[in-house]
């Protein structure tokens, strides 16, 4: 299975930007897709994921009434919708999946085995 991630850029603060991740390969029977992200000098953060079976979302508390995570089953494709961005949103942005994850570890990176290589979010102030 590989994660490709894209639609990351530069925006303004108050900006927004969506960024998608589309699975491929094999059979993905996934459980569970999200985001994390890491900024220069920070440790990874967990963003959002959303459970796929019912489309129930996750989020962290920063970015919660901003961020809006979803799911295209037909597509394969997972989206991060980015509204009112802070420049603190600025990081690395990378999609994630798991066919095993149960719902009280979505928050953990060590729970998902698929990682897509990151794309770069930029927003300036």
């Known amino acids: 299975v590989q994660l490709q991630a894209f639609g990351g850029g530069l925006v303004q603060a108050g900006g927004f930007l969506r960024v998608s991740c589309v699975a491929s390969?094999?059979?993905?029977?996934?459980?569970?897709m999200g985001w994390f992200r890491q900024a220069p000098g920070k440790e990874r953060e967990f963003v959002a994921a959303?459970?796929?079976?019912?489309?129930?979302?996750f989020y962290t508390d920063s970015v919660k009434g901003r961020f809006t995570i979803s799911r295209d089953n037909a597509k394969n494709t997972v989206h991060l919708q980015m509204n009112s961005l802070k420049p603190e949103d600025t990081a690395v942005y990378s999609c994630?999946?798991?066919?095993?994850?149960?719902?009280?570890?979505?928050?953990?990176?060590?729970?998902?085995?698929?990682w897509g290589r990151g794309t770069q979010v930029t927003v300036s102030s």
């Open positions: 390969g094999r059979t993905f029977r996934r459980r569970a």
């Open positions: 994630v999946g798991s066919e095993t994850i149960i719902m009280s570890s979505i928050r953990i990176p060590g729970a998902y085995a698929y």
């Open positions: 959303i459970w796929w079976s019912t489309g129930t979302p």
